[in-house]
């Protein structure tokens, strides 16, 4: 037992324990930069189908709105149907 000295134990032990956490800090710091990454390509995602889907509802909007008015424009033309008269019978 004289060969086994404890400080050096403790010693061993300690810097297992710090190279474990660099190690996790490194892997953790590559997974966070790549899930920031994956997160910035989701948002720009995100924005380019939410201009798009500004854009569709507008045009939806445009042509409702000229539909309207062509229905509007086409019943003030059609005269109206004669009166019919109270001499039938």
């Known amino acids: 037992m004289a060969d086994f000295d404890l400080g050096e134990g403790v010693r061993k032990v300690l810097l297992a324990g710090i190279g474990a956490l660099a190690t996790g800090y490194e892997k953790s710091s590559a997974l966070v ?6 997160g910035e390509l989701t948002v720009e995602q995100g924005k380019s189908l939410n201009t798009e889907l500004k854009r569709k509802v507008g045009e939806a909007l445009v042509n409702d709105a000229n539909k309207d008015e062509a229905d509007k424009a086409e019943s003030a033309e059609e005269p109206s149907e004669p009166a019919e008269s109270a001499d039938k019978d």
Do not use: C, E, I
């Not at 930069?33 to 994956?38: E, H, S």
């Open 33 to 38: 930069d790549d899930l920031v990454k994956k």
